[in-house]
């Protein structure tokens, strides 16, 4: 996946929209359907924020929030194994930006 600029409106908005859903069924997902399904999701959210930009080049700052929610999730104590090695890549490609941006 390249990154992807936000200038690109009709793509954004419609990967907005699915993020969006997502995350506000982020609990339902977890405890319903499959670990893949839902790891599937994790694994979304965190590339589309470690990739997607601003027009001036910044991180898509409002994705910042629902990636933590469900890397929390991932970390919690009832968290299976493949949730926990799921959230360490994750944090693996998100480390980079993070440490970027907050310098």
């Known amino acids: 996946m390249s990154c992807l600029s936000v200038d690109n409106a009709m793509m954004v908005t419609i990967k907005m929209e699915v993020l969006f859903l997502l995350h506000v069924e982020k609990d339902v997902l977890r ?3 499959p670990a893949g399904k839902w790891l599937s999701c994790v694994a979304l959210l965190c590339q589309t924020f470690s990739r997607m930009r601003m027009s001036d080049d910044r991180p ?3 994705l910042v929030r629902p990636v933590f ?4 999730l991932c970390l919690s104590a009832d968290a299976s194994e493949n949730e926990l090695a799921c959230a360490t890549t994750q944090v693996g490609f998100l480390y980079i930006i993070i440490v ?3 310098n």
């Open 60 to 62: 898509f700052e409002l």
């Open 100 to 102: 970027t941006e907050c």
């Open 31 to 33: 405890k319903t359907e």
């Open 69 to 72: 929610e469900v890397l929390i």
